[in-house]
């Protein structure tokens, strides 16, 4: 089975991450760098199973699983953007929007 480079990269960062998670904003912080690369995805066009399948990958609880597969599918309810530019603003809005939503816990809690 093949990954992408930014599933590989971000499984690196995610491994990483939750060794060294010493508070809420942190763990928010790699929260919102998953979800930009959820985004990332849907803006290439990669399929959402895919991104589904490889939740193992980077989350070992099952609440963090189920939670991840909520803005999985947030990402795939929208279309994708025509332009890049278009494409970068969604990124960095979904990306912005799923940080301030766990420093709130209203995702993610632990």
């Known amino acids: 089975m093949r990954y992408s480079p930014v599933l590989?990269?971000?499984f690196a960062l995610f491994a990483n991450a939750q060794t060294t998670t010493t508070s809420r904003a942190d763990y928010c912080t790699s929260i919102s760098?998953?979800?930009e690369r959820i985004m990332l995805a849907r803006?290439?066009?990669q399929p959402k199973e895919s991104q589904l399948q490889s939740l193992a990958l980077y989350f070992?609880?099952?609440s963090e699983q189920a939670a991840a597969?909520?803005?999985i599918d947030e990402?795939?309810?929208g279309k994708q953007a025509s332009t890049?530019?278009?494409?970068?603003?969604?990124t960095n809005r979904f990306r912005e929007n799923v940080e301030e939503d766990c420093l709130k816990n209203k995702i993610f809690p632990n």
Not at 84 to 90: A, H
Request: charged share 30%.
């Open 75 to 77: 990402a795939w309810k």
């Open 8 to 10: 590989l990269v971000a």
């Open 33 to 35: 760098s998953y979800a």
């Open 60 to 62: 070992t609880q099952e």
């Open 84 to 90: 890049e530019r278009r494409q970068q603003i969604k």
């Open 43 to 45: 803006q290439a066009g």
């Open 69 to 71: 597969a909520e803005l």
